[in-house]
């Protein structure tokens, strides 16, 4: 019998060909076909490891949200999202082109796999020292439109900041993303389920690390007139060596040249969501809010990075760009199929959905017996977040699927196109659902102790 592509799909959509029988088990190309419990069993450990990292993150933001420099250089606050959001813009996306080119055989031999990860790093400096620049400048002007003073030495410190932070954030995580999807390929795990995670696990750890201490240092030198303005030329120098770098491959040149309306989209999404955070977090009724921001934040873009990186390998695989496969040809999905059907995308978005619930009770467990009564920590509280968190990974999830899709369909690469702007909608719809979760817990608390039902006892007050 000849086998048309018309019924190699079907077969791997599970449906019954009449007179012919399936045996087109194994996916191409040498990729294992995956199971619930396959992706179960990748995703959840490094999941949760990423949850931790972003654990930590947020106590180190409720830690540093009091040093000088962030109670003097209030832009500092808005710049924070956009600065942890570029592992969702730089490193979730070279993790996901990494995974796609490890899955689809391009970095097997060592010539090849030189040149496309030494071109994809150097991409990435370029994006972040450029990014880092414009995510200064759209705090300033933010924090000018709302209100706020605009300082010149201020200003100095915060572009300098952003950019040095950007910078050594990129190339740490980077080189890690590295690793890993080498790694993975090397232990037949599929570098789409662990790349992402992991990326999150530290990135916004190691961002915000490398912001508080490089601002405090500038901030603390701040009467050294050249300092900022010569650091930030030093690292500006290194651009076009690593533009020269990048220009090896050409599908990186493309990028270079076409892929930075995304990354910058999602900067100037991930800046309103740092405008959010700077205006609620210093207020009585957001008390502990800068303790949840990175973590719904981070959670968020973190499943959604996951799954969307998952699609592009699909089609990657299943399709050519430009051309959507038949069972998906529609580039709206239903809601119902997104999540309830028994495609292999719809079986991973019920998994990721099914972690949401855990894992924060999890993250939600670890910041109460750390913080203990300085966050809330009743019933009603913890019904809200979860209902936030909810959703917020239901809508990003429902979007991966709707964007993969129309990206796909205009001949883009979703690894380069898609990413940066769900995980910038994921800190905007993270930090926005967790200012409505906190107002709406003061609101019901107040309501309840001026009913004189109860005492409040504990939390915002």
């Known amino acids: 019998m000849v086998v048309t592509q018309l019924d190699l799909e079907l077969c791997f959509q599970g449906t019954k060909l ?61 710049l924070v999202p956009p600065l942890v959001g570029l592992k969702g813009n730089l490193e979730m996306t070279l993790a996901s082109r990494l995974s796609t080119a490890a899955n689809t055989g391009q970095i097997d031999g060592p010539r090849e796999q030189h040149r496309v990860i030494s071109s994809n790093l150097a991409l990435i400096q370029v994006q972040a020292a450029v990014v880092g620049l414009l995510a200064a400048v759209a705090a300033l002007l933010l924090g000018a439109a709302s209100g706020q003073e605009l300082d010149a030495v201020e200003a100095e410190v915060l572009c300098a ?35 992402t995670p992991i990326a999150a696990s530290l990135g916004d750890l190691i961002t915000l690390s490398i912001l508080a201490f490089v601002s405090s240092f500038f ?51 991930s800046s309103f969501g740092g405008l959010i955070l700077n205006k609620t977090i210093s207020k009585q009724q957001f008390r502990g809010m800068a303790v949840f921001a990175p973590i719904i934040c981070g959670v968020g873009g973190n499943l959604v990075a996951i799954q969307t990186s998952r699609i592009s390998t699909y089609l990657h695989l299943w399709s050519t760009p430009g051309v959507l496969p038949l069972w998906m040809k529609k580039r709206w999905p239903n809601p119902r199929s997104t999540f309830c059907s028994s ?25 109460y017996l750390v913080e203990g009564q ?49 995980t910038g909608l994921g800190d905007l719809l ?23 039902t109860s005492e409040p006892a504990s939390g915002p007050s």
């Open 18 to 78: 009449r007179g012919f029988r399936c045996e087109f088990t194994r996916c191409p190309r040498g990729v294992l076909p995956e199971t619930t419990f396959t992706i179960v069993g990748q995703v959840v450990v490094p999941v949760l490891l990423s949850g931790l990292g972003m654990v930590m993150a947020g106590l180190l933001m409720n830690t540093v949200q009091h040093w000088p420099v962030f109670t003097e250089v209030k832009d500092l606050l808005t």
């Open 161 to 195: 900041s952003s950019v040095i932070t950007a910078f050594l954030a990129a190339c740490a995580l980077g080189m890690l993303m590295v690793c890993i999807v080498i790694g993975a390929r090397k232990l037949g795990v599929n570098p789409d389920n662990i790349a």
């Open 374 to 422: 300085s966050v809330p920590n009743d019933k009603t509280f913890v019904g809200l977040y979860l209902l936030a968190g909810l959703v917020q990974v239901t809508i990003l999830l429902y979007l991966a699927e709707a964007t993969v899709r129309l990206t796909w369909n205009q001949a883009l690469d979703p690894d380069d196109h898609c990413i940066p702007y769900l």
């Open 343 to 367: 495609e292999i995308n719809s079986m991973s978005a019920r998994v990721l959905l099914f972690l949401v619930v855990p894992g924060h009770l999890i993250f939600f467990s670890i910041i």
């Open 430 to 452: 993270g930090t926005g659902l967790l200012a409505l979760c906190f107002l709406a817990h003061w609101l019901l608390r107040s309501e309840t102790v001026l009913d004189g």
């Open 219 to 269: 901030h603390k030198h701040r009467d050294s007139r050249y300092l900022t303005p010569l650091v930030c030329i030093g690292f500006t120098a290194l651009i076009p060596l690593c533009i020269l770098i990048a220009k090896q491959n050409p599908p990186v040149v493309k990028i270079l040249k076409f892929g930075w309306f995304p990354i910058v989209l999602a900067m100037l999404v």
